[in-house]
DNA sequence: TTGAATACCAAGCGCTTGCTTGGTAGCGTT
DNA sequence: AACGCTACCAAGCAAGCGCTTGGTATTCAA
């Protein structure tokens, strides 16, 4: 159990080594691939994702995400064209965010066993909106996308599910095929997001994340 | 927390040997488990199952569910006080089916690996429609059901949960948790949903069921 | 023959929804 | 000073929603 919550570091700091959260998010901007969170259509898509998460997409009504950010509901459609477009928009950064984050654990650990571990943190986290609001909104809300949407957001998935895969295969897995792996564990590890409480007492994230890990690579 | 596993009788269908779901249905409605699917009641719960699952809650009208059986939309609240009321029903009614079925399962089967087998084929099946229909119902839904709705069809789940932790303790698991194999399991098996097909070449659904035990019962 | 119960129709109410329209205030550029 | 761009407001439309109301046809027991 090295490690590994890297600790969330100020707000401007140029530091070397690991880069904050919001570096991260800086580069991304920066790169293009993410959209300014200070500007109205980020602060938009943040404020629709703690809602979607919170209440479900169907459940939301323009009206909430408007008056989240403080403006009236029709202003909302000078940025986005359509309610679904904003959740499309959500989903696309939520991953964009989620695989970038991922990439830095991974290069970040030794051993391949311990980079499958430092995967099964770095999504527990996410789904546990520890680190990448929004992410459950991946499973959950998925069809609540039309078709076409679902193709646009799966391009930039599959990226993320690539990474899974090869640390999997890397790792040697017990069933031999990383794809299924991958998918018994994805579904393992969203679901922990109806039982699973990081803060309380008893079972730590962590601890889960050894306990998967076990189950999945159990030659430790 | 021993037992459990009682063979539900049946009050109409006296067969020997193993009850079609059929006769399953009859003992169950008999019973008073379950709502008579030929009564009008009955008739629109299993419309409304259909349509829940297919199209999800929110986006299935009132007016679809009275479509499908053939009445106008306004009737439908002579048998139901609201759309809520219906998904709670349709929650209840596969519950009980569900777990039923299972009981039988499990029943029948020799070792308590086998059990454990029998189970997650019970639940592969129920999940990708081919012996209960609507029973993804109960896992993509739940959100959309109000908290005093959720508690009541809680105690009902808790029985069909329970039924898998004695067979998981019996089996002996790799994580000597049977609450937290259950969980990782359940996450597993209903991820499966969104990927798996039953009908297609490649897997088959026996063969994933192997696959999955092998990973929860290491043991073979 | 009456009366109650069941199952449904016909019509529509009141509300919420996503979205549109026309206009304006502020700001940076030329 | 004039322009254009971004960001937003004020007002409201059309459609769809869950649900209500008042009434009718059928059935069956008393």
């Given amino acids: 159990m090295s490690n590994s919550v890297q600790q969330s570091g100020g707000g401007a700091g140029k530091s070397q080594g690991v880069p904050s959260p919001r570096q991260l998010v800086s580069a991304l901007v920066a790169d293009g691939l993410l959209t300014d969170p200070d500007s109205p259509r980020g602060r938009l898509l943040n404020a629709a994702a703690r809602l979607f998460e919170q209440k479900g997409f169907a459940r939301t009504t323009v009206r909430d995400i408007a008056a989240e950010v403080g403006i009236l509901s029709g202003s909302i459609f000078h940025h986005f064209a359509s309610k679904e477009e904003i959740l ?97 564990l994805l579904g393992a590890l969203t679901h922990t997001h109806t039982w699973f409480k990081p803060r309380s007492r008893g079972l730590s994230l962590p601890e889960l994340a050894d306990r998967v890990l076990q189950l999945f690579a159990p030659a430790g």
Same sequence: chains 1, 2.
């Fill in 88 to 184: 499309c928009g959500v989903m696309r950064e939520v991953t964009v965010f989620a695989r970038a984050r991922m990439e830095q654990a991974v290069a970040r650990a030794g051993t391949p066993r311990q980079q499958l571990r430092a995967c099964i943190v770095c999504e527990l986290e996410a789904i546990h909106g520890l680190a990448v609001p929004g992410f459950s909104i991946l499973v959950v809300e998925w069809r609540s996308l039309s078709p076409q949407s679902q193709k646009r957001v799966l391009r930039l998935r599959d990226d993320y599910e690539q990474l899974w895969r090869d640390v999997i295969a890397a790792a040697g897995n017990p069933c031999e095929d990383p794809a299924l792996a991958r998918r018994l």
